[in-house]
């Protein structure tokens, strides 16, 4: 009789990141993606010599939150690589920024969207790398 119990982990294909909670993770990171996009562009168009420490840092999480958007809302293989190296990114990005951002108010004059681990946008940039993380290793 043949053993019919999965014996191999690779063979079993990974619980999908867009479905379920994971379409509010998606479009969370869609929001934030959306946001962070359009407040660069303008701070980088209109007053970039202002802070361009702060509006640079925008525009990289804009990229990061693009790049996790579309890796979780596809949630193959490859993407959840690609979304787990983003958010991990992400994590340490709205860390430091935000330590340096307490450490150091003098060289954020204007706040970017991981200044104060996201105060401005009520905590959501530091909470969702977590939230992402976890989601990741949930449905793998």
């Known amino acids: ?12 294909a990974p619980r999908s ?12 990171y869609g929001i934030f993606a959306l946001a962070a996009t359009a ?5 980088i168009a209109t007053k970039f010599a202002e802070a361009p420490v702060a509006y640079l840092l925008s525009a990289v999480a804009a990229v990061i ?7 979780l809302a596809r949630g193959d293989r490859t993407s959840r690589k690609v979304a787990t190296v983003a958010i991990t990114i992400e994590l340490v990005g709205v ?9 150091i108010p003098a ?12 105060s401005g946008y009520g905590f959501i940039p530091l909470i969702l790398p977590f939230v992402g993380l976890w989601w990741l290793r949930r449905t793998r």
């Open 17 to 28: 990141t867009g479905r379920g909670f994971g379409r509010v993770l998606v479009t969370v």
């Open 1 to 12: 009789m043949p053993d019919t119990s999965p014996s191999d982990d690779s063979s079993v």
């Open 107 to 118: 060289d954020f004059p204007s706040a970017s969207v991981w200044s104060g681990f996201g």
């Open 65 to 71: 939150y693009i790049v996790a958007t579309v890796a």
């Open 95 to 103: 860390l430091a920024v935000g330590l340096l951002s307490l450490l």
């Open 39 to 43: 407040r660069s562009a303008v701070q």
